[in-house]
């Protein structure tokens, strides 16, 4: 069955520290992965998708077929950037664009 | 906010009354989409539409119900709602061909 798993409920670091938010997934055909995240007061929203290959706000991440995973990183985090992530699956020959989420992390960046 | 709006945005019901959530969008998206919010569940789909009078289950469908019957409004009900159905429910528009979905604002259920 198709599944995402977010490891970390929470994950609190320090200013200027790196981050690393785990996302593995289980899915047997070609995926399609996002994160989404949500900061306080205000609504989900895309961060990136993988086929984008793209930093936004300093963060990145790498499709690993080999590992299932697609986590996300950011160098030296922010105060800013403490929210819920959310990591996602799309089953990506689906016409429909219904997407699968992980359990979401609270990443929480201390000054 | 890719012109969706949820409503209401908060609500207390009773258990065993029927409740229903609204979304709104405004730019003709053939794909929505209605999840709930639960700590240490994330977002989990409980129907989705892909054009009017077209829906579908999700993953948590037992007790919910949908209509579309404008391309524009995705109603979600709970026919007669249960504590257990407390929650941030939110709706989703999705680009076509994309994947990508957006997200209305949410609501706040409470069933007492």
């Known amino acids: 069955a198709q599944r995402v798993t977010q490891p970390e409920k929470l994950l609190s670091v320090f200013k200027g520290a790196p981050v690393e938010l785990k996302c593995n997934y289980s899915?047997?055909?070609?995926?399609?992965l996002f994160w989404y995240v949500q900061y306080s007061r205000q609504r989900l929203q895309l961060l990136l998708r993988?086929?984008s290959r793209e930093s936004i706000k300093g963060f990145t991440a790498d499709l690993n077929k080999g590992e299932t995973s697609f986590h996300l990183k950011k160098p030296f985090a922010q105060e800013e950037d403490s929210a819920m992530y959310y990591c996602?699956?799309?089953?990506?020959?689906?016409?429909?664009?219904?997407?699968?989420f992980g359990q979401g992390t609270t990443l929480q960046v201390k000054p | 906010d890719a012109g969706i709006t949820q409503s209401p945005r908060h609500k207390v019901t009773e258990t065993g009354t029927p409740v229903t959530l609204r979304c709104h969008q405004t730019?003709?998206?053939?794909?929505m989409y209605w999840y709930r919010q639960d700590p240490g569940h994330g977002l989990r789909l409980i129907h989705y539409?892909?054009?009017?009078?077209?829906?579908d289950k999700g993953e948590v469908s037992d007790g919910y119900s949908v209509s579309r019957s404008k391309t524009e409004d995705f109603l979600l009900t709970l026919e007669s709602a249960t504590s257990s159905q407390t929650s941030v429910y939110f709706c989703?528009?999705?680009?076509?061909?994309?994947?990508?979905?957006?997200f209305g604002a949410g609501t706040r259920l409470s069933v007492l």
């Open positions: 996602a699956l799309s089953m990506g020959s689906s016409n429909t664009g219904k997407l699968i």
């Open positions: 899915y047997s055909g070609s995926p399609e």
């Open positions: 993988h086929i």
């Open positions: 730019e003709n998206h053939r794909y």
């Open positions: 539409s892909y054009g009017v009078k077209d829906t």
């Open positions: 989703a528009i999705g680009l076509a061909g994309k994947n990508i979905q957006y």
